[in-house]
């Protein structure tokens, strides 16, 4: 099935430095990409989506200038959280839709990466 | 927001039966029902989605109210694996639109 895999599964970083999230595809193109946020004991929140060749769109709240994103190919977005700051700590995970907009796909699940547990101190 | 409504919290015996129910009473005809779960720590794990016929698969099966304003997931024989939260989600048919998560259903399975 469809694999999508994110590296690093944790990281630790200094308050102001940069940290880059990978997100891949393994097995099939995503011409789309999700980036959502989880805090402690809370749901998933959309981030932005990644669409390869062109600009991410960011859901309302979400800082551009601070979480950007790159996705320059087909089995790759990054996000890069700039100038982190601990409150910018939490769970990033990605995902995406499998296969392009083929009907045999039209309604295949969004496939989730195992997430990446950022600690900003 | 969130389409979907769901108990905070349930449990079941192991070897039981676990009934996870899913309000989703403005449901439009474009939308879908899908399941997740996520253990946590982890990323989450789609089981089951369909649109208006009961749906089943290796993990779990789906029923859907004919009305579709509500649903039921069934883990036929739930395991202490399958302790997690459980998330329904209504998502608009497109390869890629997006899912939008709501609090989801903690299900605890005891021994």
């Known amino acids: 099935g469809a694999v999508v895999s994110q590296h690093p599964s944790w990281v630790i970083c200094k308050s102001g430095t940069s940290v880059k999230i990978e997100c891949r595809s393994l097995?099939?193109?995503?011409?789309?990409m999700f980036w959502y946020r989880q805090f402690p004991k809370q749901s998933l929140m959309l981030m932005a989506t990644?669409?390869?060749?062109?600009?991410?769109?960011?859901e309302q709240g979400v800082e551009k200038d601070k979480f950007l994103i790159n996705h320059a190919s087909l089995t790759l977005s990054t996000l890069t959280v700039t100038s982190a700051h601990p409150e910018d700590s939490s769970f990033y995970i990605c995902?995406?839709?499998?296969?392009?907009?083929?009907?045999?796909?039209?309604?295949?699940?969004?496939?989730f990466g195992n997430g990446t547990r950022l600690t900003v101190t | 927001d969130a389409k979907t409504t769901q108990p905070t919290s349930m449990d079941c015996a192991e070897g039981r039966a676990a009934n996870l129910p899913c309000n989703h009473s403005?449901?439009?005809?474009?939308?879908?029902v899908y399941w997740y779960r996520q253990i946590h720590s982890q990323g989450p794990q789609y089981i089951i989605h369909?649109?208006?016929n009961n749906e089943t698969n290796e993990m779990a099966s789906l029923i859907i109210t004919e009305d579709r304003k509500s649903s039921t997931l069934i883990l036929p024989h739930a395991t202490l694996r399958d302790t997690a939260v459980y998330y329904c989600?209504?998502?608009?048919?497109?390869?890629?639109?997006?899912?939008?998560f709501g609090k989801g259903i903690t299900l605890s399975v005891r021994p």
């Open positions: 403005t449901i439009s005809g474009n939308e879908y």
């Open positions: 990644s669409n390869e060749g062109s600009k991410a769109t960011y």
């Open positions: 995902s995406a839709p499998p296969g392009t907009a083929s009907f045999s796909s039209y309604n295949s699940p969004l496939h």
């Open positions: 097995d099939f193109q995503a011409t789309t």
């Open positions: 369909g649109l208006k």
């Open positions: 989600i209504v998502r608009v048919t497109g390869a890629n639109s997006k899912l939008t």
